[in-house]
C-alpha cells in the first residue's frame, strides 16, 4: 500500500466515523427532543421519575429492550402509559428506547445530606393545641385524596360535610398513613416527598423528600417511625415522625449486593416490624422498628439471630442493632403483595407469572402456590368469613374477574366474571357486600357488588356515565359506603352500604383513595393496609 492509499483509507475511515457519530448525536438529540416531548411530563425532568417511574438502565434490569419497544407502542397494563404506536414511528421508538437504557451522564443521588437539606418545618408542633380545632367523631374522618389538583380533604364521616381542603404536594400515590391514635396522617408523593399533616389542627406541619422517586411509605404501630421505599435512588428510609427526621438510610441489594429498585414498604402490626419487598432481586426483608437499647424481635424469628448459630427460637431475644435487617429469599420475583390478617403468610405475585406464591415468614419459605390467571392485582385483596372458613379476594388488573381463594387450603374457590379488570376492591366485616370496580376498558364507568355468603354479583352500578368509578370505602360502622368518580369534574358519592340507595353527591377534582380513620387505624379486613 503506498502512502497515498493509506491517507485515503484514513481519510475515509475518519469521515465515517465522523458520521456515525453524527448519525449518533443526531439520534441522541432526536431522542432527548421525543423524551421531552412526550415522556418527561410523566417520567420527570431527566429521566428522574415523576407521575412515572425513572427510566435509566438500573432501573429497567428486569425489562429486556424489545418489552420496553412494546411498553412504548402499545403502553403498560394497569399504569398510566398510553399507547405511543400512533404518534412515534418504530425509528423514533427505538431511539427513545436506546436513550433509556444509555446511563446518565451524572448519576441522580440523594444523599442523607439531601434528605437533611430539604426538611421544611412548617410548624413547631409543642406550639400547636393538642385538642381538634372542630367538632366531629375523630375516629370517622376521612381522607380523600384528590389528584386533580393535588388537594386533599378532610371529610366528616358523619355528616358527610367537608371540614377542610388543603394542598398536597405534586401526584401522591398510595394510601396515606395514619398515627394510630389518628391525629396525624402521612401522606407520600410519587416524587419522594413525605408530608405529616396534623389533623386535629388542620395544618402541615413537617415535610422532607426521602427519595427522588419514591414508592410508598408506611407507619409503625407505635406512630414513632415511618419508612419510605425508593425506586431511586435504591434504598430504604427510615424518619423519626416526630418532625420526619431521617434515623436510617439502608441501601436495598441483595446478599450478593445487587441492587434493586423498592417495590412497597408495609407495616406488619403483629410483628412489629416493617415488611420491604424488593422489586428487582428475589428477596423480601423484615425489619423489626426498636425501643431504646434494642429491638424486641418478634418471637418467629428470633432464632435467626441466635449467637450460638443454634436451632430453635430464643424468646424475648433483642438486636443490639436499630432496624436490623432479616432476608427472605423467594423463589420469583414478586411485584404484588397481600398479607394475611395474622401477618404470617405474605401472598406475592410477579407481575409475569401466572401464579401467586405463599410465602410464610416465620419459616422463610414458599408453603404454597395459587394458580392464580390473569394478573391479580393482590394489593387490592381482602378477606372475609364464608361457609366458616376464611376466604381471600382479589380483583384482575388483566381480566374480568374477582378470584376468591380459600386460605386454608389456597384453593380457588370461584372466579366472579365480571365486566372487565378491576382495580380496587373493598368490603367492610359488618358489611354484607364486597364492591370491586372495573376500572378499565369500555365498563370503566361501573362497579359490582358482590353478595359476601353467596360469591354472587347482585348489582352494578353506573353513576356516572362515560366516567371512571373507583375505589371504595365505608364509614367506621360499616354502614355507608364512599365511592369515587375520578374524573377533574368528579365527585364522592356516598351510599347506604345496605340498601344501596345513593346518599349524597360531594363535587370533588378527580377523587382518588379515601380512607376512614377508624378502618385504616384498626386494619380493619375490608380496607387496604
Ligand atoms: Fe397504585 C396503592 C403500586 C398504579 C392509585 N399502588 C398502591 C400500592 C402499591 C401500588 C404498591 C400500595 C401502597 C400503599 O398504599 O402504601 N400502583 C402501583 C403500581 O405498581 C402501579 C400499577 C404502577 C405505577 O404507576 O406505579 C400503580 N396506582 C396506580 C395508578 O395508576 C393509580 C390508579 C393512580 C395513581 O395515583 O397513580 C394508583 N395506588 C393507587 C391508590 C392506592 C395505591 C389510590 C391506595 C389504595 C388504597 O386504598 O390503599
Redesign the pocket.
Known sequence: MNNKTSIVNILVTGITLLLSYSVFAAEKQNAEQLYQQHCQSCHGLNRMGS???ALFPENLSRLRKNKASGVISKGRV???MPAFAQTLSKDDIDQLVEYIYTPAETVPEWSLADINASHVQHFDQSTLPNEPQFDADLMNLFIVVE?GDHSATLLNGDTFEPITRFKTRFAL???PKYSPDGRFVYFASRDGWISKYDIYNMKTVAEIRAGINT??M?VSSDGKYAIVGNYLPHNIVILDTENLTPIKVVPTADKDGKSSRV??VYNAPPRTSFIVALKDVKEVWEIPYSSAGGVEVYKGWAHDYRKDGGEGKVENWKSEEQFPIRRITTEDYLDDFFFDPEYINLIGASRDSQNGQVINLDAKKKVATIEMAGMPHL?SGITWDYQGKQVFASPNIKDGRVTVIDMDNWQVIKEIETEGPG??MRSHSKSPYAWVDVFFGPNKEKVHIIKKDTLEIVKTLAPSPGKTAA?VEFTKDGKYVLLSIWDNDGEVIVYDANSLKEIKRLPMKKP??KYNVYNKTHYERGT?H
Do not use: V
Request: a positive charge.
Open positions: 407521575m412515572g417511574p394497569a399504569t398510566q389528584l400515590h398510595g394510601g414508592r410508598n408506611a417495590s412497597a394489593g382495580f380496587f375505589h382518588s383513595g387496604s
